[in-house]
């Protein structure tokens, strides 16, 4: 095996990076933007890989004795995503002088009031 072809086997494949990239693509992210996608998306790949080696190994070493042991571990390293709410507010804090929101916050920022009930 050559330097060139050898792949980590935690590293996705290239498809998967192709897809990655067109789903930027599709969200009209730029540069910058679709480099971070590219890479967030390829970490939780990975790290999703590992989790489910680390369960399977659990349970071929018959060390997942007690049976709320994996699901407790898969809930424990893969803690929910904060809401639309969490996610808006969270820009809205973070801005600075001048700040421009990309596209892609002034989607979330979109989507979260969206989410508010009418009152009349």
Same mark, same amino acid.
């Given at each position: 095996?050559?330097?060139?072809?050898?792949?980590?086997?935690?590293?996705?494949?290239?498809?998967?990076?192709?897809?990655?990239?067109?789903? =930027? $693509? *599709? %969200?009209?992210?730029?540069? &910058?933007?679709?480099? +971070?996608?590219? #890479?967030?998306?390829?970490?939780?790949?990975?790290?999703?890989?590992?989790?489910?080696?680390?369960?399977?190994?659990?349970?071929?070493?018959?060390?997942?004795?007690?049976?709320?042991?994996?699901?407790?571990?898969? =809930? $424990? *390293? %893969?803690?929910?995503?904060? &809401?639309?709410?969490? +996610?808006?507010? #969270?820009?809205?804090?973070?801005?600075?002088?001048?700040?421009?929101?990309?596209?892609?916050?002034?989607?979330?920022?979109?989507?979260?009031?969206?989410?508010?009930?009418?009152?009349?």
């Amino acid at each position: 095996m050559t330097q060139e072809s050898y792949r980590h086997p935690i590293a996705p494949p290239p498809w998967r990076v192709q897809e990655w990239g067109e789903e =930027a $693509a *599709r %969200r009209q992210y730029t540069g &910058s933007e679709t480099d +971070q996608h590219i #890479a967030a998306e390829a970490a939780q790949w990975g790290a999703d890989v590992e989790l489910k080696a680390c369960c399977d190994w659990l349970h071929w070493q018959n060390l997942a004795t007690h049976q709320d042991l994996i699901p407790s571990l898969r =809930a $424990a *390293r %893969r803690p929910k995503p904060p &809401s639309l709410k969490e +996610q808006a507010l #969270a820009l809205v804090e973070q801005h600075e002088d001048g700040w421009r929101p990309s596209p892609k916050d002034w989607d979330t920022i979109r989507r979260a009031l969206e989410q508010l009930p009418d009152n009349e």
